[in-house]
């Protein structure tokens, strides 16, 4: 079976593709042990299922190296549903990233996405922040999607009025959370494809460890990916998903 990185239509994410969308979600970590600075490294499994399991059930797995003398975070994307399976994408968030927006006061977010040899074929580049969060997602310096909230006013604000992409349902006094959604580039809000919704998850999770972490928290993530992302998209849309991850 041909593996995400590849350019054949059958990857893990056709998979589960079946489903209709599948979960990023957040291994639980202590919050205690993260108010003493000694905070876990992030891991999520991948897979249909809409809560995290600590059985290896999933279908893919990310997990965080922390690299404190390289300069950013690296992120490693193995097959099935625990650590130490075989790579499939690596994917490195620099620390530093001069701003392309000068209406930003820090620094943009980026997210270099490689191949399981360390090739980069890619990146997420976050390009406008003012208003509206925008990303761009590039294979080979060419830009293949742009990633952001629905916009109303011409563009200028986030629409939260369709949170949860269902417009007029929700408002803006809703607690619900406003998708990303994947656009064709300079695509308007009738051509989304795809998109990534978080899930914020706080409290006792009845985790195995919490009795000795004390109340757990983790985050979710529904991802839907574009219709056309195959391949090396595919890791890309991975590695969007990932930025989003660990910039809300």
Known sequence: MAKIGTDAATTPLEMIRAEGSHFFKQKPRGMCTSFLGC??????????????????????????????????????????????????????????????????????????????????IGAVTETMYCCVPTFKISLNDAVIYELHQPTMCCGICVNYFDACGQPGRNCCFCYDPVPYYFYPVSGNEFQRDGKILATKLRGCLGYPSACCNGC?????????????????????????TALVAFTL
Request: net charge neutral; glycine share 12%; with cysteine.
């Open 39 to 120: 905070e876990d490294e992030h891991e999520f499994g991948i897979g249909a299922a809409t809560n995290w399991t600590h059985n290896g059930t999933d279908t893919l797995y990310l997990t965080e190296q922390k690299t404190c003398c390289q300069g950013g975070m690296q992120l490693t994307l193995s097959q099935g549903g625990k650590k130490g399976g075989e790579p499939l994408a690596k994917f490195f968030r620099p620390y530093y990233n001069l701003p392309i927006c000068p209406l930003k006061a820090c620094l943009h977010q980026k997210m270099k996405v490689m191949d399981k040899s360390g090739a980069q």
């Open 216 to 240: 757990t928290q983790a985050d979710s993530f529904e991802l839907v990916a574009p219709k056309e992302a195959m391949g090396n998209k595919l890791s890309l849309i991975y590695g969007a």
